[in-house]
């Protein structure tokens, strides 16, 4: 079992760059793909990112390529997300998710999850 948490969000200014953390706890971390998902109030949990055990592949969501970047460190049993260039609409809820297996985009297919970190974007 994997018990995740994430830090570093906050209220930013439009432009702006955030590195957001997934801290799990575990000794098993270093063998669950990693997906980062956010949810605005009044839609859906929509994916962002994601990334395999090793980190040897990654996936986008067509909105945040070329702006978002994921990586993790298994070392640290911690996964992040960079955000840049920051836009008013990248506010929401930032959630990351463990499953076993390959990068998925749909929600269910993930096993645990965090409780999410506010990301607030004023224009």
């Known amino acids: 079992q994997v018990q995740l948490v994430e830090s570093g969000g906050g209220l930013v200014q439009a432009g702006d760059s955030l590195r957001l953390s997934c801290a799990a706890s575990?000794?098993?971390?270093?063998?669950?793909?990693m997906g980062w998902f956010r949810q605005a109030p009044g839609k859906q949990r929509e994916f962002v990112a994601g990334i395999t055990w090793s980190g040897g592949a990654t996936y986008y969501a067509d909105s945040v390529k070329g702006r978002f970047a994921i990586s993790r460190d298994n070392a640290k049993n911690t996964a992040y997300l960079h955000i840049n260039r920051l836009k008013p609409e990248d506010t929401a809820i930032y959630l990351c998710?463990?499953?076993?297996?390959?990068?998925?985009?749909?929600?269910?297919?993930?096993?645990?999850w965090g409780q999410g970190t506010q990301v607030t974007v004023s224009s």
């Open positions: 998710a463990a499953r076993s297996g390959g990068i998925q985009a749909i929600p269910s297919e993930y096993d645990y």
């Open positions: 575990g000794r098993t971390f270093g063998s669950y793909t």
